[in-house]
């Protein structure tokens, strides 16, 4: 039973993980989705095996530890609005630059170009010798 | 004890709110804003001098007994971030007031900022790591909107970026809370910190280097600190300068926290931060080296500087913590004032590169002393407040006998120094009558933009003036860190 849902967390992190190394953003944001979702049900497993009921009965050990699943809930409504707000974002990405690809830093670039030409500056004087 | 606690969570929140009702009348919502962050500003320095005088106080709120309850709790590290945090909110927010541009342009920033600054509040008031993550996503969120506000193409790229590594850290900060809760069965970090020790070495020594990655990210320590220069530069200087003073201190303080309070001496992973701390600095300060923006060097210059305070932290003695901590009140200071600066600098020429500037000091002398006192104090030269700082961490690193981090962090500061001097001889030296944009700010908001700065100035050469007292007080609260009883015992009620 936890094996399974253990497998199940670790395939939802690693297809997360996959997607968000992409350069789309649509698929980053579903790749963070993803993620989120394998995280919260690990965060469920950690209250111990599944199966108790909800608070039912006198005796604490009857029933499934709730702090996990208050826990994941709050989660789950952090991490909807934060995808709603990255959804918002990626549409203005769209809107501005009409493109769905994650974008270099256009200073890094600079500064990478600069010193490559300083290497390749000094490359060619030792060519020349 | 409970309004004191509670209210600098509470009342930006519920200043957010007025704010948002509101929204017709920019006036009505700076009045709102200012005031609100007034009160915070008494409530946590009453705070501060209450838990110094009579030690670590907590309240359950709710009235549900910890560890069950949501626990506040104020020791003295926390109502010293606390009192620093909210004073920069106040002075960078009356300074936006005066900037034309992202305060005044949208309806929304008032409550954002006071959204984050509740945001701020309970990262240092919380009891328990859970609310910690809370804490933590209601400041990131309205760090997104800051960071993201006016929507211009680079913003949207950086802000991107700094979206999915924030939410890539908390991710994993769910996971390690997954963890901690799977092996001890309770998230208060006082309940934490006997458990955790009854359990076995591997275990412990996993959650602890879980924790140090999640607020590694967060911190921006070496080798997690990639998206910040990349995100900060493009923000409203407001936002930039509000961000680099306090958002990677909160991380910090994480660090701080969750290192001594939750896992025991003994396996206190000390040389791993020290190898951290030293590669953090020199990664930090060679970036600053190369880049010829303003916003972009400083920017590297919080990531080097983030290596000072985790060296504090590495060498796990009184003397480092409460270098680390004299370190962080001097930070957070000096860095939102160079920030701020680097505003004033780009308002008056248009542009924040070095190649494009020269000769400032002839247009705007004030501008120029404002730069040059933190910049020194920033490289740590005497007498100001980076030098005491700075002094406070090399003697306990010598005290610990760890020479090398000791030497890296001498040499760390002489390129803080080199390239604080490239800043200053590019933009305020230099020949010619100075580079303007012919953007002059009328006289009101030239007054509240530049006196809030040099307000800031004022702060951080009182810093210096008061080193005593204030060496004495970090020592007390790293005191309080490294011997977790009486914080233990306040929270649990023994």
Known sequence: MSVLMAVTAGVLCATGTYLVLGRQLSRVIIGIAMLGHGVNVLLVLSGGDGGDPVLVGEDVTDFADPLPQALVL???????????????????????????????????????????????????????? | MNLLLAGPVVLPLLGAALCIGAGRSRNAQRVIAVLTLTAVAVLSAVLLLRVDDEGTVAVQVGGWEAPVGITLVADRLAAIM????????LAVLVYAIGQPGAEEDHVGFHPVYLVLAAGVALA??????????????VLLMASYVLLTLGGRADQVRSGMTYVVISLLASALFLAALAFVYAATGTLNLADLSE????????????????????????????????????????????????????????????LLRSQTLLFPPDTRPGTLLLVVAALTMVVGVLGAVTQDDIKRILSFHIV??????????????????????????????????????????????????LAELTGLRRLEPVLAVLFLLPALSLAGIPPFSGFVAKLALVEAGMGA???????????????????????????????????????????????????????????????????GPLYALSERAAADLMDTRGYVEEVLGR
Do not use: C
């Open chain 2, 401 to 467: 006998e760890a020479y090398v981090v000791v030497a890296v962090s001498l040499a760390v500061s002489l390129l803080t120094l080199f390239s604080m001097s490239k800043i200053w001889s590019n933009t305020f030296w230099g020949p010619g009558p100075g580079t303007d944009s012919g953007r002059t700010l009328t006289a009101p908001r030239r007054a509240l933009m530049v006196g809030s700065t040099g307000g800031l100035v004022a702060l951080s050469l009182a810093i210096a003036v008061a080193a």
């Open chain 2, 195 to 254: 458990k955790v020790a009854a359990l076995p070495t591997g275990v412990r020594t996993g959650l602890a280097l879980l924790l140090i990655v999640v607020f590694g990210i967060k911190s921006a320590i070496f080798p997690l600190f990639f998206w910040l220069p990349d995100s900060y530069p493009t923000a409203p200087s407001p936002v930039t300068a509000v961000f680099a003073g306090l958002l990677t201190k909160v991380g910090v303080y994480a």
């Open chain 1, 74 to 129: 709050t989660a789950i409504v952090i991490t909807f609005g934060v995808i709603s707000f990255l959804l918002a974002l990626a549409y203005r990405s769209w809107v501005v630059t009409a493109d769905d690809e994650v974008e270099d830093d256009v200073e890094d670039r600079r500064i990478a170009r600069e010193a490559e030409h300083l290497l390749d500056d000094r490359g060619d004087e030792g060519a020349e010798r």
């Open chain 2, 82 to 89: 606390l009192v620093l945090a909210v004073l920069m909110l």
């Open chain 2, 124 to 137: 240092f008031l919380t009891g328990d790591l859970f609310n910690l993550f809370v804490a933590f996503e």
């Open chain 2, 304 to 353: 080097s500087q983030i290596g000072y305070m985790v060296m504090g932290l590495g060498l796990f003695t009184v003397a480092g913590l409460a270098g680390a901590v004299i370190y962080i009140i001097h930070h957070i200071v000096v860095k939102t004032t160079l920030f701020l600066v680097a505003g004033l600098v780009e308002q008056r020429t248009g542009t924040g590169k």
